[in-house]
């Protein structure tokens, strides 16, 4: 049977389906094997069909999704592009946003002691040892950079979103 769906109704469908099957999936590796006195509630070979069934419904959903956004286009700061295309890079955007944020911003003279022996004196001698850190990224670059990524990424995604309304899917589910 064939559904019309917005893209957003279709990832919601996607999230449930991906939720039964995690469920689905841990009722057939609970009810494989059992004592024969003491049968589960579910069936392992009856589950596994529904398993089947709810994984076939996700890919060719998921297959449709792909489909319209592969060709759905929106268009963002005088830029048209695919959905398929933004997604990539609101992925990178938040990439690049994670590693910004776990940089480690070293400036300035570190103080540490090291142990050394002197052959003069035959002692072991302890040494203060100073380290120069210098940091090509300051902290107020690292805070505007990543401003204006989120403001990228915000502005990217409101585009995804509206889009995501109006975009229709059509999915054939071989299954219900």
Same mark, same amino acid.
């Given at each position: 049977?064939?559904?019309?769906?917005?893209?957003?109704?279709?990832? @919601?469908?996607?999230?449930?389906?991906?939720?039964?099957?995690?469920?689905?999936?841990? @009722?057939?590796?609970?009810?494989?094997?059992?004592?024969?006195?003491?049968?589960?509630?579910?069936?392992?070979?009856?589950?596994?069909?529904?398993?089947?069934?709810?994984?076939?419904?996700?890919?060719?959903?998921?297959?449709?999704?792909?489909?319209?956004?592969?060709?759905?286009?929106?268009?963002?700061?005088?830029?048209?592009?695919?959905?398929?295309?933004?997604?990539?890079?609101?992925?990178?955007?938040?990439?690049?946003?994670?590693?910004?944020?776990?940089?480690?911003?070293?400036?300035?003279?570190?103080?540490?002691?090291? +142990?050394?022996?002197?052959? +003069?004196?035959?002692?072991?001698?302890?040494?203060?040892?100073?380290?120069?850190?210098?940091?090509?990224?300051?902290?107020?670059?690292?805070?505007?950079?990543?401003?204006?990524? @989120?403001?990228?990424?915000?502005?990217? +995604?409101?585009?995804?979103?509206?889009? +995501?309304?109006?975009?229709?899917?059509?999915?054939?589910?071989?299954?219900?």
């Amino acid at each position: 049977m064939t559904k019309t769906l917005t893209v957003s109704q279709s990832l @919601r469908r996607i999230k449930s389906l991906k939720g039964k099957l995690a469920e689905l999936t841990q @009722r057939a590796t609970a009810t494989v094997s059992y004592e024969e006195k003491a049968k589960p509630a579910f069936d392992f070979k009856v589950t596994r069909v529904e398993l089947a069934g709810a994984r076939e419904q996700l890919v060719t959903l998921e297959a449709a999704v792909a489909k319209a956004n592969a060709i759905t286009t929106v268009q963002h700061d005088g830029r048209v592009m695919t959905l398929a295309e933004v997604i990539r890079r609101l992925q990178e955007f938040k990439s690049e946003m994670s590693w910004l944020s776990q940089l480690t911003l070293r400036e300035g003279t570190s103080v540490s002691y090291e +142990n050394d022996y002197d052959e +003069n004196t035959g002692r072991s001698i302890r040494r203060k040892v100073d380290t120069v850190f210098v940091s090509d990224l300051k902290e107020t670059e690292r805070v505007a950079e990543l401003q204006k990524l @989120r403001d990228a990424f915000e502005g990217l +995604n409101d585009a995804v979103e509206s889009a +995501n309304h109006r975009t229709m899917v059509e999915w054939t589910d071989t299954v219900s």
